[in-house]
């Protein structure tokens, strides 16, 4: 894990979040996550940490209108490839 996520994970304030938190890297690839994370997923941070967020949290199979990891990647690489969240884009 880089400095800087290390830096967070470690955290006072990320630790002791009541809302749920998980840290991504640039691959999206789970690094951390908090116990908030952890009680609204039921999953262990062994579970978690270390694998690729999407192949964890999927569309549902069974809709074939689910988008939701479409958007959320394609939100996420705005903001890795220009620094800025998407305002404004209908994403949500």
Do not use: C, Q
Request: aromatic share 6%; proline share 8%; hydrophobic share 50%.
């Amino acid at each position: 894990m880089d400095v800087a996520l290390a830096g967070v994970a470690a955290s006072p304030l990320f630790l002791a979040s009541p809302a749920p938190y998980v840290l991504l890297d640039r691959r999206l690839r789970i690094r951390a996550v908090d116990a908030a994370y952890l009680k609204a997923t039921n999953r262990s941070a062994g579970e978690l940490v270390g694998a690729d967020m999407f192949e964890l949290f999927p569309d549902k199979p069974a809709d074939p209108g689910a988008d939701g990891v479409a958007r959320l990647s394609f939100s996420l690489d705005h903001v890795l490839r220009h620094g800025l969240p998407m305002l404004g884009a209908g994403v949500g």
